[in-house]
């Protein structure tokens, strides 16, 4: 009877899933209320369709919408739009459109400010951060940025009179987190002093990212694994290592223990002074260590990954395109015929060249190049004539506002010229979303344009005789784990002077 017994269950209980797995199947495909969306079958009916593709899904995305249209159903429960229209129907101020809980809760940070899907919570929270990265504040600082462009220009001289190839791809990165932290903590990583020039940390940070995508598959999941002891992680797994150790990055609990023993430089505020002050909670709790954690590696990760691959990106293609290179320089040196004098932020601002240079950089490296999802409100929304149920995760992805033909001629190529037309750059600038668009737009924004401006406005004034070390525009290709991270395998960007 016993032996029985087992073999009814050996075989009723596969049976049973896979009924199951075939009614929840048609379900989906058939009788869901996104069941009129246009997409093929498989991501209909599951999510590990999306993570199969790991971090190129973003890419599938791109061909559904080839195949089917501006509206595709890219998991059972999300859509995905491409028409530009559509966009400020979304990602404007006052959105009731909420931040998806299931897609922002696997980035194993869930006090920051940028994963709160709450939008009144976020309220409160962007509130206080918002005076600590406002333009005044930004050139009240503007010296932070101007010492880590002075080492850029020093660690380059050093690579020419050497005549050895300078790792920009790590450079970049460390002058965005150097500064972020010691704009955050008052205390910088000061990568750009390290031998490897922070490639220890990037690797941290970049080795967090193929975590992301097998969380969304299970919140549940994520739980049990920031249970597991940090000397333990790296052994069951090299992503969940990474996670594990972000808790040591931070620097949160030094901060405090200055403010209580009062040796905090009152004269010079950080963001996270500001935050742990009650004076500024406006009756909120004052965030505990743990919650600060979360806000400094949503900083990190920002300043580590947008800025730097917006500034690897500009100096590529000015580096490899002498026509652009020239241009620039002869812009840069009859605004500031003193190739030592200090580039200040508001006069490299008013530089239409270069301003083109950048915003070339930060319109093809795409900041978050695949799609930010947000919950559709009641009573529902429609989109490009289908109606979407309140409830729906809905999105878009600057990778396809960023290569719209009918806006970007000639998309996918690096032309700092589109942006000198005023009228035309006003329509090109509407739909240039690396930074987001409305009440969830990066609040780091205005510090990330001055890093851009002052670093490589003083790296291209100072330095004529620089070409591409190694690398190829195949080099700069990249995966979706948020941000974006360049192939594993390939080479970093490099230059080296003419010889």
């Known amino acids: 009877m016993l032996l029985l017994t087992a073999s009814v269950l050996w075989v009723g209980l596969p049976l049973a899933l896979a009924v199951h797995l075939l009614v929840l199947a048609v379900y989906r495909r058939c009788f869901h209320p996104l069941a009129n969306i246009p997409g093929p079958l498989l991501p209909a009916i599951t999510t590990l369709y999306q993570t199969c593709y790991n971090g190129r899904y973003f890419l599938e995305i791109d061909r559904m919408h080839r195949v089917y249209g501006p509206v595709v159903r890219i998991t059972p429960n999300e859509v995905h739009l491409s028409d530009p229209a559509d966009y400020d129907k979304i990602y404007h101020m006052g959105s009731k459109f909420c931040k998806s809980p299931e897609f922002y809760g696997a980035f194993c940070i869930p006090h920051s400010t940028f994963t709160t899907p709450s939008n009144e919570v976020h309220k409160h929270k962007r509130g206080m951060l918002n005076p600590m990265f406002s333009r005044k504040v930004v050139l009240d600082l503007e010296a932070v ?149 979360d806000e400094c590696y949503s900083l990190l990760a920002a300043a580590a990954d947008t800025t730097g691959n917006a500034m690897s990106t500009a100096a590529y293609h000015t580096i490899a395109n002498p026509d652009i290179y020239s241009r620039l320089r002869e812009e840069l040196v009859s605004a500031f015929p003193d190739e030592h004098a200090r580039l200040d932020f508001v006069e490299l601002e008013k530089l239409p060249y270069l301003t083109g240079v950048i915003k070339e950089g930060l319109r093809l490296s795409f900041g978050v190049p695949g799609r930010l999802p947000r919950v559709t409100p009641e009573p529902g929304a429609t989109f490009q004539g289908h109606y979407v149920p309140a409830g729906t995760v809905v999105g878009m992805s600057s990778w396809q506002m960023h290569r719209d033909e009918g806006v970007f001629p000639d998309a996918m190529k690096f032309d700092p010229t589109r942006w000198l037309d005023e009228e035309k750059a006003k329509a090109r600038a509407h739909q240039l979303v690396a930074f987001g668009k409305g009440t969830r737009q990066c609040v780091g924004m205005p510090l990330a344009y001055c890093e851009l401006y002052v670093t490589l406005g003083t790296l291209f004034r100072r330095f004529d005789n620089l070409q591409v070390f190694e690398t190829t525009a195949a080099d700069l290709e990249f995966e979706d784990f948020f941000s974006a991270y360049y192939l594993a395998g390939k080479k970093w960007f490099k230059a080296i002077a003419k010889q």
């Open 145 to 293: 940025v101007q010492e880590k462009a002075a080492k850029v220009v020093r660690l380059t001289a050093q690579a020419v009179r050497q005549r050895m190839p300078v790792d920009l791809h790590h450079i970049f990165r460390s002058v965005s987190v150097d500064v972020v932290t010691e704009y955050a903590m008052g205390k910088s990583y000061n990568l750009l002093d390290t031998p490897d020039l922070g490639a220890h940390f990037f690797a941290m940070i970049r080795g967090v990212g193929p975590a992301m995508w097998i969380f969304q598959q299970s919140l549940a999941l994520q739980a049990l694994a920031l249970k597991v002891p940090s000397w333990l992680a790296p052994k069951l797994s090299e992503p969940l290592g990474h996670v594990a150790k972000l808790n040591e990055v931070s620097q949160v609990e030094e901060v405090q223990l200055k403010m209580n023993t009062g040796k905090l430089d009152k004269s010079r505020p950080t963001i996270f002074s500001e935050l742990l002050n009650p004076a500024n909670s406006d009756g909120w709790p004052v965030p505990t260590p743990m919650q600060l954690k």
